[in-house]
């Protein structure tokens, strides 16, 4: 209970009970007998996330629609293909992301926009950014098919290169820097080539940058990436926001010696520096309320014989939480937990600070409407931190967001064997459906 | 304390006390009134560590007298003229070994051998080996000057690749397998190239084997290696023995995970298992009486990423002592360390045993020989194990053998700022020097 935020609050829980799904907001909704009929269409969103499992393989028949590849490339062109089929006015920005626009009854209103990213870690799996994309484009469907016209433009955004460091949403905000043109992506291309290869242009990534209020909201649906929905059999975690991230280098350094002839009280091992390190990062981070983690990833042991006591150890820290406040609070008791360790172990422990990206808080009226959306959809739902990165982030530079998760199997990702069931799907995908129509119904008019 | 053994034992040292120094063991000892007398030529020492010295550089001007280089070959060349000024008789044998006989009075005697190593590690220093090599050739000089002939025969032994694994002496106890021969060499020639460059034959390696009880006794002395002596202020140390060596491998098996999205309670840290077992290690090792030694040197995290949660970790686990007794003991506490931390962290640990080397232990008459001449001679001295291997450990497969160990400041070795003064050299020389003379004296005669 500790690491999970189940901060729905009692008040909120009340306002919602006490207001009919069809009566929230500020103006009067225009959707509201339909709305509760809606449904996405399970068996199109399971046979188009089959489908597009089958584009891009590596030379061993493993999963590789990695950003800028073949399978990519072929992926981005079978998408394209379906959102035309949709009626959508699709183009590729500078920054090459796909936007699919659909017509709102008021075209002075700001656009309400959803999507996710298609491209894949090597050998990864079918659910991670596909959800997002796939039913982004069920609720297109879904209003064609009822002949929903919305009051707001609506937009399919399907990023690119999301798992290379949220590169197409960086490019929407503006926040990718030129350097990275030049540098190699996982593909083998470097960015800049892989943009181009997209339809982009990178020579002119200025003008794929979106402005702050650009967006009336941006909405994405993502596997959870962890096992909590599942092993609470909950049906969605409507998302607080998602954490800042603090990465830091240690280096220990203690003095290599002779492991045979150095007596044991003799040594500055780095490693049993190292050691106590590790364990008190991990008691700091465990000593706080709250859903923040900690950990130490990497780590290098040198010289690194058998026979010969470390003399230097370097390690990562990385920190994540909503609140930056905390992440340095842990940080600064961690400081202290290696002043002494250094100090009992004779060696010198050297934290240096790498960079920290802020948190994005996802928008209370968002999240207010989704859990109004699942509680009128009969669905149970949790609010959480997203601990891992999406272009939700990047999003929430331009304006609200709001980030809905469903169950993963066995809270695994970027694995083949990732997994989320025809009906999870379908039931996020519904709360997305109907948040959209909320929000379009409710969204204070200019 | 507790790690180094001052286990001289008071009987020990009231038979000592008791006894003159002429009349111990059982014959009567033939250079009594000269004896004291005797002193080795501390200038010639130093010049000759000095000149010794300047032999073998790499490019960089940094000491290389690896073995095989061309280094090692002119160092051995230059110290064969000296042997043989001194009157020895010089033979290279199949292992690539020189030896230098004196001739005793008693040939029917086995010879009393005395001797090291003149090959170094890459940027090496200029005490490890060269002083036990040096000073053997001084005791000769020594008798030269004074024309004294012992009654046994005497024996410099000087061994080659000591550094590379005691690979001469193993040549010489017929440990040396014969797969070592196409192996690559530190110098880059193999093993077998480098054994022709010195003048042996390695297509018969089995000439160099000497049977056990060839010799009567075996000595060397060499630098501490770590700073017992210099911190205590202590002369000489008599090796009571050299530790058997112990290795294990260990890996440690969690689930590799996101260090984003995986609350603290639901991970499975391989590096907070290793962590706790690289303490673990520590804190049994130091829970014995004793100058045992145990390191994990060693360790690798994967996939070591700073945004993954470590999934495997493999690490080393090496322990000496005297008592292979005690290091099963000490490795029993280890595993059920282990087994407690794997269930704590939801890990596996699974430890491969990979060799354990049999300590050697120094003939205790050499032991009381090394004491009672130290005590005449006005020297303070300890006893005291060798965490790290010489070539004794491989003579002491033949017969009798002792090892003395002088300070070596700050207890540095491997590296070009290795340094013992001439006075401490000189010290530990006429030890040695003088337990020839007693040991040569005293030894029942067939």
Redesign the interface.
């Known amino acids: 209970m500790?690491?999970?935020l189940l901060s729905l609050s009692p008040l909120i829980l009340l306002i919602i009970s006490s207001l009919s799904y069809s009566t929230m907001g500020q103006t009067t909704p225009k959707h509201d007998g339909r709305l509760t009929n809606l449904k996405v269409n399970e068996q199109r969103i399971l046979s188009r996330i089959n489908e597009l499992a089958k584009i891009g393989r590596d030379e061993k028949g493993r999963g590789y629609r990695v950003a800028y590849s073949q399978g990519d490339v072929e992926g981005r062109a079978w998408f394209i293909g379906l959102m035309k089929k949709a009626g959508l006015e699709v183009s590729i920005d500078a920054g090459g992301n796909i936007i699919g626009k659909r017509k709102g009854k008021n075209p002075s209103l700001k656009p309400i926009a959803f999507g996710s990213h298609i491209d894949m870690v090597p050998d990864g799996g079918n659910y991670d950014g596909t959800l997002g994309s796939i039913t982004a484009l069920e609720v297109i469907e879904v209003l064609n098919e009822n002949k929903i016209t919305t009051d707001h433009p609506l937009e399919v955004l399907i990023f690119q290169n999301e798992e290379g460091g949220l590169v197409g949403s960086r490019a929407m905000t503006g926040n990718l820097p030129k350097e990275i043109l030049s540098q190699k992506s996982t593909s083998g291309l470097t960015f800049g080539e892989g943009i181009k290869a997209l339809g982009g242009n990178p020579d002119k990534l200025s003008e794929a940058i979106r402005k702050k209020g650009d967006l009336a909201a941006f909405l994405e649906i993502h596997i959870?990436?962890?096992?909590?929905l599942e092993t609470r059999k909950i049906d969605v975690a409507i998302v607080e926001g998602i954490?800042g991230?603090s990465?830091w280098d240690i280096t220990v350094t203690g003095m290599a010696?002779?492991?045979?002839?150095?007596?044991?009280?003799?040594r500055q091992?780095a490693?049993?520096a190292?050691?106590?390190l590790?364990?008190a990062v991990?008691e700091v981070?465990?000593s706080y309320e709250g859903?923040q983690?900690?950990?130490?990833?990497?780590?290098?042991?040198l010289p690194?014989?058998?026979?010969?006591?470390?003399g230097k150890v370097t390690m990562?820290?990385?920190m994540?939480d909503l609140s930056q406040e905390k992440v340095m609070k842990m940080f600064a008791d961690i400081e202290k937990c290696a002043s002494q360790i250094a100090k009992e172990t004779r060696t010198e422990i050297v934290f240096e600070h790498l960079r920290s990206s802020m948190s994005t808080i996802a928008s209370q009226e968002i999240q207010e409407k989704m859990m109004a959306t699942a509680k009128s959809l009969g669905l149970s739902y949790i609010k959480m931190q997203?601990?891992?990165?999406h272009d939700t982030q990047e999003m929430g530079k331009l304006g609200p967001v709001g980030l809905l998760f469903i169950p993963s199997k066995d809270?695994i990702?970027?694995n083949p064997i990732e997994y989320s069931s025809p009906s999870e799907m379908a039931k996020g995908a519904n709360v997305i459906l109907h948040t959209v129509m909320l929000l379009d119904g409710n969204i204070q008019k200019p």
């Open positions: 500790k690491q999970i959870e990436q962890s096992k909590v954490v991230i990465d010696n002779h492991a045979g002839s150095t007596p044991m009280n003799d091992d490693l049993i190292a050691s106590k590790v364990l991990n981070v465990n859903a983690v900690g950990s130490v990833g990497k780590m290098s042991v690194g014989a058998p026979n010969v006591i470390p990562s820290l990385q994540r997203s601990g891992a990165g809270g990702s970027h």
